[in-house]
């Protein structure tokens, strides 16, 4: 399973060699970009050129980007929406796969191997037409993602949507062969369940966001600070047949260096046996 470390631990920062070293020196193989225009400007050619001509210079490989959430640079704060593909208003479900496409086109340059996917907002409820606007989403982000080699990774947030069996539901329905899933460990955690989740989503998933809670709220913490039992989520993780990656996805502490952060992120490696 290669250690993978995802930029969201950097999302107030803008995303520059420097950080990405950091990453490197944690003991990452791989890196997950975040999508977030204040962080990862995917629309400014110049900013990914930068990053894209930082990989090929370096060992870190470009293992998957997170699709952006919002398509503004402040992270919504200014009233702009949620990017989501299964809005009920079918003006919001384009512009949202159009930002998305937007993101992908840095595949062009980066050359990534999967875009991890939010279907919905957090509470959106479960109903048939959510399942075909999730369905036609994927089928249009596929075609824009296959040609660049990236493959699209469900992720469960906290939402119906993607409980397990939605996901399992909207894989099956739609006959998608080659999507997969991310497995959010600290969603599942206050969502049904780590271990459970992983069983059931087994089969597809392909890799995982890896990070910890008390179990009420999503609070992105280091493994260990926490309440989730990573001896026994890592052995069933790494039972999962097609799983390529693990993706330390850890939230932004104030005033911590990327000193401390690389020196926290090699201990986190080596408790997982990552």
Same mark, same amino acid.
């Given at each position: 399973m290669l250690r993978v470390i995802s930029s969201h631990v950097f999302l107030r920062q803008r995303l520059h060699p420097g950080l990405l070293?950091?990453?490197?020196?944690?003991?990452?193989?791989?890196?997950?970009? /975040?999508? &977030?225009?204040?962080?990862?400007?995917?629309?400014?050619? &110049?900013?990914?050129?930068?990053?894209?001509?930082?990989?090929?210079?370096?060992?870190?490989?470009? /293992?998957?980007?997170?699709?952006?959430?919002? #398509?503004?640079?402040?992270?919504?704060?200014?009233?702009?929406?949620?990017?989501?593909?299964?809005?009920?208003?079918? $003006?919001?479900?384009?512009? #949202?796969?159009?930002?998305?496409?937007?993101?992908?086109e840095a595949a062009e340059q980066i050359p990534l191997k999967f875009l991890v996917l939010h279907l919905g907002e957090r509470e959106d409820r479960w109903n048939q037409r959510t399942l075909e606007h999730a369905m036609t989403a994927i089928e249009h982000l596929q075609a824009f993602a296959r040609p660049m080699g990236v493959k699209l990774l469900l992720e469960n947030i906290p939402n119906e949507v993607t409980e397990p069996q939605n996901l399992l539901?909207?894989? &099956? &329905?739609?006959?998608?062969?080659?999507?997969?899933?991310?497995?959010?460990?600290?969603?599942?955690?206050f969502r049904g369940g780590v271990c459970s989740t992983i069983e059931e989503l087994k089969p597809l998933i392909f890799t995982a966001h890896i990070h910890d809670n008390h179990g009420v709220k999503d609070e992105h913490l280091w493994p260990g600070d926490g309440a989730i039992d990573w001896v026994e989520t890592m052995?069933?993780?790494?039972?999962?047949?097609?799983?390529?990656?693990?993706?330390?996805?850890?939230?932004y502490q104030f005033g911590? $260096?990327?000193?401390? /952060?690389?020196?926290?992120?090699a201990e986190t490696f080596a408790k997982l046996e990552l």
């Open positions: 070293q950091a990453i490197s020196n944690g003991g990452a193989q791989g890196i997950e970009i /975040f999508a &977030a225009r204040q962080h990862f400007d995917y629309a400014n050619r &110049a900013h990914v050129k930068e990053i894209a001509d930082w990989l090929r210079s370096n060992p870190l490989e470009p /293992f998957s980007m997170h699709a952006p959430i919002y #398509a503004d640079a402040e992270m919504g704060r200014g009233g702009a929406p949620v990017v989501n593909v299964v809005d009920p208003e079918k $003006s919001r479900r384009i512009d #949202a796969m159009d930002e998305i496409k937007r993101a992908l539901e909207i894989v &099956a &329905a739609g006959h998608f062969k080659d999507v997969g899933l991310c497995a959010d460990l600290g969603h599942a955690n052995a069933e993780l790494r039972a999962c047949p097609q799983i390529s990656g693990g993706v330390l996805e850890i939230h911590e $260096s990327p000193e401390e /952060f690389t020196q926290r992120a």
